[in-house]
């Protein structure tokens, strides 16, 4: 496993930008999938966006394609959500998750065995 801390979340107005990062400890980073989820109050956690080991993979939910994008630094040991074009609706408690793979990326939170705290973002109509 691996230790996730997500930093970077906060308040913003609908059509506006954040970015999610999120540092991860250990040397065996390169071989970890990293996603993306997002829990609403009332609500399952869902998937939002994830990206393969060696960041030649990219998928996102419907809901965010074309306005969400993540991106990783090896060398940095972190994963990063850029989101633009917010809305409401993305209103969420966000979570960053590691799954041990160096193939492709999964969609289920249940194949990540490595989470983050979570970091609130709030977007104001």
């Known amino acids: 496993q691996v230790q996730l801390v997500e930093s970077g979340g906060g308040l913003a107005q609908a059509g506006g930008s954040l970015k999610l990062s999120c540092a991860a400890s250990?040397?065996?980073?390169?071989?970890?999938?990293l996603g993306w989820f997002r829990q609403a109050p009332g609500k399952e956690r869902e998937f939002v966006a994830a990206i393969s080991a060696r960041g030649s993979h990219t998928g996102y939910a419907d809901s965010v394609k074309g306005r969400f994008t993540i991106s990783k630094d090896n060398a940095k040991n972190t994963v990063y959500l850029q989101m633009n074009s917010l809305k409401p609706g993305d209103t969420a408690v966000y979570y960053c998750?590691?799954?041990?793979?160096?193939?492709?990326?999964?969609?289920?939170?249940?194949?990540?065995?490595?989470w983050g705290q979570g970091t609130q973002v709030t977007v104001s109509s």
């Open positions: 998750a590691a799954e041990p793979s160096t193939v492709g990326y999964e969609t289920r939170p249940t194949q990540y065995d490595s």
């Open positions: 250990g040397r065996t980073f390169g071989r970890y999938a």
